[in-house]
């Protein structure tokens, strides 16, 4: 999944937690219980509960990451994450 790969990237990254770092921690956690809610049940209806209730907060997070790089030094370490998750959300939703 690729929202614990993304925390997992956001906690490794260098220095203490940002407001940054917190936010987008919150937001991918709104994904997991989603999942949580989602287990057990048959393939098509996880389908259409994601597309209904993940893909607009995914969406979003995306829309505001974006943005954010906007705000941010080409060079901090910061910025070099939120490159790497944007382009791995990119490869997984082709």
Do not use: N
Not at 13 to 28: K, N
Request: glycine share 4%; proline share 4%.
């Amino acid at each position: 999944m690729l929202g614990a790969h993304a925390a997992q990237v956001l906690r490794s990254a260098r220095g203490r937690p940002t407001a940054l770092t917190t936010e987008t921690l919150r937001r991918i956690a709104e994904l997991y219980l989603i999942e949580v809610e989602i287990r057990g049940k048959p393939p098509d209806e996880r389908r259409q509960i994601r597309q209904g209730h993940s893909r607009p907060l995914v969406d979003d997070l995306e829309r505001w990451l974006h943005a954010t790089l906007e705000t941010l030094s080409r060079k901090s370490d910061t910025t070099a994450v939120i490159l790497y998750l944007c382009l791995h959300q990119f490869l997984c939703a082709a």
